[in-house]
């Protein structure tokens, strides 16, 4: 594979820099009633506002906010009831002045967000549509571009790659290189391998294995493993509330991996690992 540049120290999502020398935080704030983690917990738009408001406080750099549920087997949403879901929780969170992500695969929601202040786009289909792709190039929000394989009723049929490595990461590399032709700053972009999106537990372990190779591609790289169903799997727990540890671990490793930015519901817990995890790196307890 050719070399690639240097990764930004910075990524540029609207009027903020975020500064990439310590890792970021991510909070999801799911407005649905049906996300296989926390459906129907915030669907009050007030509530989800004191939420994120919340994720602020314990240290996320982010708020993600989402009105479709992309879990295995979830069918899409009409555009308007996606709009009407997001737009006041995203228009009430970014008159706090920080960032707040739009995690859609709806150009015309994107677009929406990102007027209502949205600073991110966070494309779960990894800008597939030559239509997010214009809604990218017309705004200067950041942005998450994501592999999914098919679309999320679909995604877990029966996925198969000859090599998940290498696919994932043309793939990425390829929607980059998409969305930079068409007028995009290098800086603004954001690779996520999609952990357990069209992906079984052997393909979520080599991804997550080669997270090295894929922080090196020369973009910044965002990890979402948060109680994903591969630590289920692994450790027998059936509920993804109860999967804490298995996300704590797999947060800290990608870090050592060379990750940016980790995606969490549980922000607060995930802030202390990392703060913890990256003390004992810098000091030389445990070798970095």
């Known amino acids: 594979m050719m070399e690639m540049p240097e990764k930004p120290a910075v990524w540029r999502c609207g009027p ?30 007030a509530d989800a506002v004191v939420a994120g408001q919340r994720m602020w406080e314990q240290g996320a750099a982010i708020v993600d906010v989402g009105g479709e549920s ?10 308007a009831f996606e709009i009407a879901r997001v737009r006041p929780v995203i228009q009430r969170l970014s008159m706090e002045s920080r ?3 739009i995690d859609t695969r709806h150009a015309e929601v994107a ?24 809604a990218a190039a017309s705004c200067d929000a950041g942005l998450v571009v994501m592999h999914m394989l098919g679309d999320p009723a679909t995604m877990q049929s029966t996925p198969h790659y000859d090599d998940v490595v290498r696919e994932v990461g043309g793939f990425l590399l390829a929607q980059a290189a998409v969305l930079e032709s068409a007028g995009v700053a290098r800086e603004r972009i ?5 952990i357990g999106f069209g992906k079984t537990l052997a393909h979520n ?15 910044p790289l965002l990890v979402g493993a948060s109680r994903k169903r591969f630590i289920g799997e692994l450790t027998g ?8 540890g298995g996300s704590l671990a797999v947060a800290v490793e990608a870090v ?22 990256k003390a004992l790196w810098n000091s030389g307890v445990v070798p970095s």
């Open 237 to 244: 727990a059936d509920e993804p509330r109860s999967r804490l």
């Open 190 to 194: 954001v690779l996520d391998p999609g």
């Open 16 to 45: 903020s820099e975020l500064a990439l020398e310590t890792p970021l935080v991510m909070g999801i704030l799911n407005v649905t009633p049906d996300s296989f983690s926390d459906g129907g917990t915030h669907e009050d738009p």
């Open 256 to 277: 050592r991996s060379g990750a940016a930015i980790i995606r969490v519901h549980d922000v607060k817990e995930t802030v202390q690992c990392l703060t913890v995890s």
């Open 70 to 79: 992309t879990r295995p087997g979830a069918q899409e949403l009409s555009i």
């Open 111 to 134: 677009i929406a967000c990102v007027e209502a202040g949205a600073t991110i786009i966070n494309d779960v289909s990894g800008f597939r549509d030559p239509a997010m792709v214009d």
């Open 205 to 219: 372990l080599a991804l997550l294995n080669a997270l090295p190779l894929l922080a090196d591609y020369g973009y």
């Open 99 to 101: 960032p707040v992500s």
